[in-house]
């Protein structure tokens, strides 16, 4: 194994770090432990809370597994260990 | 045109597309058979991953089970979608760079064992056997309720319809199948919807109309409006109605997102694209088809209900049982809607109290069933709603079929019993045994076990606390041993069994509970359909425990895991191993 490649996954473990960090925040977290919290506040007809458990937290997954691949790939190209 | 002869001719155009489809996509090659030559391109593979995705549950049940439950519904949602954060993030990029046909076969390789690789073989059939159940129940229910064929019936033109293209082309021909079957199913999902966002809203787009306000209701919000409808007429707030308790929901959400990740049907799709990155951006067209549904699903679950409360409970006072709308007669002759007059005054009394609701059946699957009817639509989209639910039913149970026949062909006949197996033989008995596990399918969807009802939400459970957490620690660590793999695996999948069963009877037979299905006695107040989270832990704890014990994996072990940490060398799928 060629020395930069554990800085390449070191960066990598960063970035899952941060994906899944926003991943439980959007879900666990607004959806479930802070609903009632949110729920003060609304958003059109939506309260924010139920909003976040079944809207919001999806479209922040799909951005999410994007920003990934996204960055991986620049990732990749960085330490030069893309396909 | 007659409603009948319509989707009698919707559903067959759509089974004739799936015939040739199947013809012009044939396996040639066990590579071809297995992974589709590793060849698909990214967002075709995300189609196709949304509709192996997708069963019968997500289409027909999902919306129906929001309806009732509301907010308590987000687990599902949430769960169900979650878990492809985690697939793309800690399973599919690694898993393809490895360049293997099944997931059994890379736990083999990473722990350096025929053991383990039974051990996944076993895991993988229980989940995917219990799950496949479910489909072919749906094929059948479908079938009965729109084409008014015998259940029996339906299921064997079902089990020929995923014969002839699942056998001709493996995962090629279903690949390509369920491209097709997902533009059938979410066409078929939207259409409905957003007809009956409009009549309420005014707004085409369901997601938005469920946050609007009602039309003929300049001051008051949809959703505002069902938690007063539901509130005044006893039933519990839709907005914060919750599924048990915090931990419950937590766990439950949990159990779904790492049982996604862990399903070995899901998972081997992502075998069959051409790149590590392709692997990556394909999760994500995957979460975009399924979120085109699953941000639907809400909507339609809360439209539904509205629809229903008004129908059922008028402004004007309890609705005369001979005034009820056609629809809810044409429900009741299946058996899906039932009406009992208990106070004999001829009026529909439907409230949350037991003793005086004389609403004494309404299935929750009639809110999508029925939707089209209820929002008064035109014919053909009713022919297309049985067109879509048998597309789910038939793109999941393929998947299915297929993860479990590439484990007895691939990993125990060519990788354990009788590893001289030629290509070509092999390639005959892969197609051998995809018939004869879609023999076994059928015939446990004519006799489905007693514990049918709970085979969907058991899968998750055993994928989330068996197969996830193997396949995440070999790539995450470097160190897991063989032994702690396989005492992991054994040990999550057992202690999941075990609480369902105590709390379900063993083998869902009732009266063999040792501790009942009551509440009080559930671990923690976690129900045993949310269990798999903590099977999950107890197989991650096992596995370190037990690594410190043996020591750690060897050396060339360790450089097989750099090596697949890094996307550069991946090349095709590899063949010779």
Same mark, same amino acid.
């Given at each position: 194994m060629k020395a930069d490649n554990s800085e390449y996954w070191k960066a990598n473990l960063r970035l899952v770090y941060f994906c899944l960090t926003v991943w439980f925040i959007v879900s666990f977290g607004c959806g479930l432990l802070l609903v009632d919290v949110l729920n003060n506040f609304s958003l059109g007809g939506y309260k924010l809370g139920f909003w976040f458990a079944q809207q919001g937290s999806i479209y922040v997954f799909l951005f999410l597994v994007f920003f990934y691949a996204f960055r991986m790939n620049q990732l990749d190209k960085k330490f030069g260990v893309q396909e | 045109m007659e409603l009948k002869t319509l989707t009698y001719i919707v559903v067959f155009a759509s089974f004739a597309l799936y015939f040739g489809i199947a013809w012009w996509a044939r396996a040639a090659t066990t590579k071809e058979f297995y %992974?589709?030559?590793?060849?698909?391109?990214p967002v075709l593979n995300g189609m196709a991953t949304a509709a192996d995705w997708m069963s019968a549950a997500s289409f027909i049940s999902m919306a129906g089970l929001i309806a009732f439950l509301g907010y308590g519904g987000s687990v599902f949602l949430m769960g169900w979608t979650g878990g492809y954060v985690l697939l793309a993030m800690l399973l599919a990029p690694y898993l393809r760079k490895h360049g293997k046909f099944t997931v059994p076969e890379f736990i083999g390789d990473r722990y350096y064992s025929k053991t383990a690789r039974i051990v996944a073989v076993a895991c993988l059939i229980i989940a995917s056997l219990t799950y496949v159940i479910g489909q072919m129940k749906g094929v059948g229910v479908a079938f009965s309720r729109f084409?008014? %064929?015998d259940y029996d019936l339906g299921l064997y033109i079902g089990m020929f319809v995923v014969w002839v293209y699942a056998v001709l082309g493996g995962m090629k021909g279903i690949t390509y199948t369920q491209i097709a079957q997902y533009c059938v199913l979410i066409f078929a999902y939207t259409v409905p919807a957003v007809f009956i966002s409009l009549q309420l809203t005014g707004n085409p787009i369901p997601q938005i109309g469920l946050g609007s306000k009602m039309i003929g209701e300049e001051d008051i919000y949809l959703l505002d409006k069902l938690d007063q409808v539901l509130t005044d007429t006893g039933f519990k707030e839709y907005t914060t109605q919750s599924l048990g308790s915090g931990l419950n929901m937590f766990a439950y959400t949990l159990s779904l997102m790492i049982g996604t990740a862990g399903l070995p049907h899901v998972i081997m799709r992502f075998f069959t694209v051409p790149t590590v990155k392709d692997a990556r951006s394909s999760a994500g067209w995957a979460l975009v088809f399924i979120a085109a549904l699953y941000t639907v699903a809400p909507a339609v679950g809360a439209m539904a209900r509205m629809n229903l409360m008004t129908t059922l409970v008028p402004d004007t006072g309890a609705l005369e049982y001979e005034a009820r709308p056609q629809w809810f007669k044409n429900w009741e002759q299946t058996g899906l809607l039932k009406f009992e007059d208990k106070n004999g005054d001829g009026k529909i009394q439907y409230t949350a109290d037991k003793e005086t609701n004389e609403m004494v059946k309404i299935d929750r699957d009639i809110m999508v069933l029925a939707n089209p009817e209820i929002a008064q639509l035109p014919n053909w989209v009713i022919a297309l709603i049985a067109a879509g639910g048998l597309a789910a039913a038939l793109s999941t149970a393929a998947g299915l079929l297929l993860a479990i026949s590439s484990s007895i062909s691939h990993d125990l006949m060519k990788g354990v019993l009788t590893p001289n197996l030629s290509e070509k033989n092999e390639l005959f008995a892969s197609r051998l045994v995809m018939t004869g596990a879609i023999f076994v399918a059928g015939y446990l969807g004519l006799n489905p076990p007693g514990f049918a009802a709970g085979t969907v939400a058991l899968a998750f459970g055993l994928a989330a606390s068996s197969i996830f957490p193997a396949l995440m620690m070999g790539i995450f660590s470097k160190r897991i041993s063989s032994t702690a793999a396989i005492a992991g695996m054994l040990s999550g999948i057992g202690i999941t069994l075990f609480y369902v069963f105590q709390h379900k009877g063993i083998m869902f037979i009732p009266g063999t509970s040792f501790l009942g299905g009551m509440e009080p006695d559930w671990f923690l107040g976690i129900s045993p359909n949310a269990f798999g989270a903590v099977g999950a832990i107890v197989n991650f704890a096992v596995a370190f425990a037990v690594t410190k014990m043996?020591?750690?994996?060897?050396a060339h072990i360790q450089d097989m895991v750099d090596n697949f940490r890094v996307p550069s060398g991946s090349g095709a799928a590899d063949t010779s191993h």
């Open positions: - | %992974v589709a030559g590793a060849g698909i391109h084409l008014e %064929v043996t020591g750690p994996a060897p």
